[in-house]
DNA sequence: AAACTTGTTGCAATCGATTGCAGGAATCGT
DNA sequence: ACGATTCCTGCAATCGATTGCAACAAGTTT
């Protein structure tokens, strides 16, 4: 039942039922209560829509997961799950719904869609895939957007994110302390998060002077597998891998398990998330931790004192190396 | 830009843009490229609010976890994220949109308000909670309404779920099989699923004639951690624990673990769901897997033939003893 | 030349709520 | 008793797109 048809069994006009519902100062004590008893009894729900149309603001946030670089991945990868779940937790907690949607960026203007669409308040995006120039573009007009990921000197978008270049160094330093001396970096290096692990990673073997490799891999289980398998069936045993993700890193110990390779004997194995299963795996995988829920309310935070009005600007969360037995 | 400000640029009335954007046959072909030119020349993307408003349409899915039993629960709950994913991404295929959010039932109109505020073309629910009268209540009108639980005889709502009876039973038989005589049923036995799960497990010890009790507690990690080691230190120790979810069992390995008793030696213990950790933790879960992606399928088909005014009804996915190291 | 199609466009109502402004009634001050 | 406040309520515009109906021009038929 809408506020007209209240209207009429009140015998007053829509407009003084609005107040009575919103509790407006301006409306007389009686008729409000009479109004709202009216309401209750008839089961009357404002039509959210038409408020939102009206006041140009919707009380929902978008939440997006661009899928540029591996447009079969699903929403059920366990990071991006996990920062959904903060996310959200924290979202609800302070009024706001969200919108959930997985976009595959085919038409250019497909972030321009999603914020001209009229239906949210402000944007998280989580991962820049390989849309830098896209998320670029659109943040030079539209304040209310944050993004997971890599900063970039100069940019103009925010970004959260941990610091990928010190996380991928902090796993080379900690293999090569245990010297550990062919080194291999196994995942996607084309995505702005993957490339700063990499570089990092590079930089840190450099300065110590230990060489490394990189196998370039697309990120899907299967083949982080079947890239592992074939490198290792070329003869090059590495005594270190670090891999891009856990769930890649997941695939790696797989691999190596199956070339009956000895985990860490042989071949140390760090992986990068810190997923909840990373614990679990046998043997345990030694990661680099992002702090997720640090990094959602990181994220929340600066979103929210945008769509204020406020300035808010990037922010890091730093990594942290969790020793466990892979290596 | 607005449909309007085209109008005014192209010389014609919104009407004809409107026209002319959607494809309308009766729209001039000259005019209508003129006026498709014109729109991506200059931006313009319609206002999808208004557009809802007038078509009484949205694009989007609601997906809500209702959480009656455990005012603490948060989303990051694997079971619920895993289901989401599932979700996501095949409405996200369809081309919908996803609102999610996670409701705490304390009015008790809080389901009222989210189908008729207009924001959904319809709901999908996870878990029945305590809340199952209000459902019933609400799917009486209105139709695009599938849930995620229990299927009592007689109910309205289309639910689809795992029979959570014959899994119980499984888990009772499995344990019963290998001899053992103390049973214990560790969850919170209010909300339909676990009541299901404890009445199946119930009725197949009783069958067998072996004895089984009850370890009443609300789900949360410690909560269940502190019931069971307090069920210990009274010195009952049960030779099999069947919990009513694998967060919960998770949280029975380790209160074990922490008493010293040998699993599956001593105690076998069976978890319920077979969330993606269940494989890993050590000793490694056996449980009684419902299964998510076909679960999923079921909702999303029969939530799109309610929307399309067909008729759909609910459906049973059968569940299925994963037998691993813990019993 | 009158009557009738056909093709194209615009007017204006509609979806349902919010709110500035105006106006009527009641109360107050002098 | 008359103007000035104060209080309350309703009118009507507004948010932005969609669409039935009417209108008009150009072409066709008799």
Redesign the pocket.
């Known amino acids: 039942m809408?506020?007209?048809d209240l209207a009429a069994l009140a015998?007053?006009?829509?407009?003084?039922v609005?107040?009575a519902?919103?509790g407006h100062p301006?409306?007389?004590?009686?008729?409000?209560e009479r109004i709202r008893a009216l309401a209750r009894e008839h089961d009357v729900?404002?039509?959210q829509?038409?408020?939102n149309?009206?006041?140009?603001s919707t009380g929902a946030i978008g939440l997006v997961l661009p899928l540029g670089h591996a447009k079969t991945q699903h929403l059920t990868d366990p990071f991006f799950l996990s920062l959904l779940g903060f996310l959200a937790d924290l979202l609800v907690e302070r009024g706001y719904d969200i919108l959930l949607s997985r976009v595959i960026p085919d038409a250019d203007d497909w972030l321009e869609r999603v914020v001209d669409s009229?239906r949210i308040d402000g944007l998280l995006l989580v991962g820049q895939s390989d849309q830098f120039g896209v998320i670029e573009r659109v943040a030079q007009r539209y304040r209310p957007l944050v993004v997971w990921g890599a900063h970039r000197p100069g940019q103009h978008h925010l970004t959260i994110g941990s610091d990928n270049v010190a996380g991928g160094r902090m796993a080379a330093e900690h293999l090569i302390a245990q010297g550990r001396q062919r080194l291999l970096f196994v995942g996607d290096p084309a995505p702005p998060e993957f490339a700063d692990r990499l570089a990092g990673f590079a930089a840190a073997a450099h300065d110590a002077g230990v060489p490394h490799d990189v196998l370039a891999t697309p990120m899907m289980p299967e083949a982080v597998n079947a890239a592992v398998a074939e490198h290792l069936a070329r003869g090059a045993v590495p005594d270190a891998i670090f891999a891009a993700s856990d769930v890649a890193a997941m695939s790696v110990l797989r691999a190596l398990a199956e070339a009956g390779i000895d985990i860490p004997g042989t071949t140390a194995v760090v992986g990068y998330d810190d997923v909840t299963l990373a614990a679990h795996t046998s043997p345990s995988l030694t990661t680099i931790r992002q702090d997720l829920a640090i990094g959602a309310e990181l994220m929340v935070d600066r979103l929210l004192k945008r769509i204020a009005g406020e300035p808010a600007e990037s922010a890091i969360v730093p990594p942290v190396l969790i020793p466990r037995q892979s290596g």
Chains 1, 2 share one sequence.
């Open positions: 809408k506020l007209a015998g007053v006009s829509t407009a003084t609005s107040r519902l919103a301006s409306v007389n004590t009686g008729t409000r729900r404002p039509n829509l038409a408020r149309l009206r006041l140009k009229g």
